[in-house]
């Protein structure tokens, strides 16, 4: 299980107005697990995600691919994004055609599939993005969130191993993103491996297997989602909050609500299943 | 040209196979252009403003301010073709005597113009037609079938795209602007309008660069490919379209 299937080495770059937006970064993924990076604004997670698929070269230090290290070549890079997507953070800048349907097959024949075969992906992504009913409408004239959401069916339709979200539900209402949470979970059933940046601390708490926290171009952070969220000190300095179910379940154990060998929750049924029935209430 | 984008993706006649709909404009727009009576342009307007009106559901008003578009520099060529001054008064149709010069129409000029007025609007009604019901990128997939080089519709798709990017992005500054008080004052408006231009060019930069890294992501590798909707061949479609070229043939060969 694992097994690394991405990983960047010492990654340092400089975007060419001098902003020195990553430093000596490292960071290990697992094929088939699900990493959060969380950060604030600014703190590299989108040039970090441009280095998983070679769009940005590094200035120096390595990213590698199933323990190689990537080649910048065309036709190496061609077949490297085959198996990373990303779904980018603006989905304006991803649309570029002037219909869904069209926009969300471009990914797709660029693998050389059969025209049947890209039909048949593109129906199967627009059902799992619900953006069916949107197929002719032009990409210009969808609301933000409807433009996320056809956007990742772009990237969807290309199956790659490696799914790379940046901040997916930023801008979705809450029936969108829980349901963006359902496909991610269908995916990691069909052992993908996802990498998600988000500044939504519950998000990144309850969904990932694994964290990692960025600032200002470091790592200065990873591990499991349950120990890292629990040090104030590293919350704190990544201008971060702790999530709501952490503070939750510490205050009922400071308070004496549940005893201090109680497991940290992960989701919110586990904090209810964990808080007991008072006394009186019990037997009735 | 935002409205005329917006109906042609939501009419009635957008299911219709662009093919059918290319092929029916651009042949009336033949026989409008080569008749030589005034009868053939105006059966041709009629057809389009009904097409237009009654099959695709476009509403009357929008067509009515389309058509008035070209209707100023229509007006214009053709009044100083009917239109002569001469010191000579004989043959007018229709003249005026000031001084011993003479304005008015010559009969014969008159025709010319009418038909000149009729065919260039039957013309433009056509165009209208294509315009108003097949969206642009089902025109560049016709194109594309057509062995038109990919360079020039792989432009077209990119620069149609940006057109809305541009749009967008100098309403979205404008609005901006206004929010904060720009426009206020005709100086005030001079400083806004110059800070508009040069945001918008370096946005409008920046976009594009992201547009071809989202494109690199995606496999792009120097061809852009999409899949059109497939629309339905219609034989009714190409009866129809028989049906009305060839009485429209007819009718210029009569009248030649
Ligand atoms: N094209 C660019 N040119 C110059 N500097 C850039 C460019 N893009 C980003 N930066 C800078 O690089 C740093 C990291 O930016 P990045 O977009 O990776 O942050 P982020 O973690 O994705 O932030 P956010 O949460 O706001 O999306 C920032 O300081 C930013 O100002
Ligand atoms: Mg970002």
């Not at chain 1, 779904?87 to 599939?113: K, T, Y």
């Amino acid at each position: 299980m694992s097994e690394l299937i991405l990983e960047a080495v010492n990654l340092e770059y400089s975007y060419p107005d001098g902003t020195s937006a990553l430093r000596k970064v490292n960071l290990q993924v697992q094929k088939g697990e699900r990493l959060a990076i969380l950060g604030s604004n600014g703190a590299g997670k989108s040039t970090l995600f441009m280095h998983f698929n070679g769009i940005y070269r590094p200035n120096s230090g390595f990213i590698k691919y199933q323990g190689q290290d990537i080649s910048y070549k065309k036709q190496d890079l061609i077949e490297l994004r085959k198996k990373v997507g990303i779904v980018f953070q603006d989905p304006d800048s991803q649309l570029f055609s002037a219909s869904v349907w069209q926009d969300i097959s471009f990914g797709p024949l660029n693998l050389g599939l059969s025209e049947e075969v890209v039909i048949e992906r593109v129906k199967q992504a627009m059902l799992d993005t619900e953006t069916t009913d949107l197929e002719d409408k032009p990409t210009h004239l969808l609301s933000y969130g409807q433009k996320k959401r056809v956007s990742i069916a772009g990237v969807l339709a290309m199956e790659p191993e490696v799914i790379i979200f940046d901040e997916p539900t930023a801008g979705m209402d809450p029936r969108h993103s829980h349901e963006f949470m359902q496909i991610l979970e269908k995916l990691s059933l069909e052992g993908k491996t996802i990498i998600l940046s988000t500044h939504d601390v519950d998000l990144a708490y309850s969904w990932s297997d694994r964290l990692a926290i960025m600032y200002r171009g470091e790592i200065i952070a990873h591990g499991l989602p349950g120990e890292l969220l629990t040090r104030p000190e590293i919350v704190k300095r990544a201008d971060l909050t702790i999530p709501w179910l952490i503070e939750t379940h510490t205050e009922l154990v400071k308070k004496g609500w549940l005893p201090s060998s109680a497991p940290l929750p992960k989701t919110k049924t586990d904090l209810f299943q964990n808080i007991p029935a008072k006394s009186g209430q019990q037997s009735a | 040209m935002i409205a005329i984008d917006a109906y042609a993706y939501n009419n009635k006649l957008k299911s219709v196979h662009p093919a059918e709909k290319s092929l029916f404009a651009m042949l009336t727009m033949g026989m409008c252009l080569t008749s030589s009576t005034m009868l053939t342009p105006f059966i041709v307007l009629v057809l389009m403003a009904g097409g237009i009106v009654f099959k695709a559901g476009i509403p009357t008003r929008v067509l009515i301010r389309l058509l008035a578009i070209p209707m100023s520099f229509l007006l214009i060529s053709v009044l100083t073709i009917a239109i002569s001054v001469s010191t000579d008064s004989s043959g007018f149709w229709l003249a005026q005597t000031v001084k011993g010069f003479t304005i008015g129409i010559h009969y014969p000029d008159l025709l010319t113009a009418a038909n000149l007025f009729l065919r260039s609007l039957g013309a433009v009604s056509c165009l209208y037609f294509l315009a108003l019901t097949t969206p642009i990128t089902e025109l560049i997939a016709v194109l594309h079938t057509l062995k038109v080089p990919f360079i020039i519709t792989e432009l077209m798709v990119l620069i149609y795209r940006f057109i809305f990017v541009f749009l967008e992005t100098a309403t979205m500054i404008r609005r901006a602007q206004y929010s904060r008080s720009g426009y206020v004052s005709l100086k005030s408006s001079f400083r806004s309008m110059s800070r508009l231009f040069s945001a918008l060019l370096g946005k409008v930069f920046v976009k594009y660069q992201d547009l071809y890294n989202t494109m690199a992501a995606r496999g792009y590798n120097g061809e852009i490919r999409v899949l059109s909707q497939k629309r339905p061949i219609s034989l009714r479609n190409y009866f129809f379209i028989a049906g009305i070229e060839i009485p429209l043939i007819i009718l210029n060969l009569l009248w030649r």
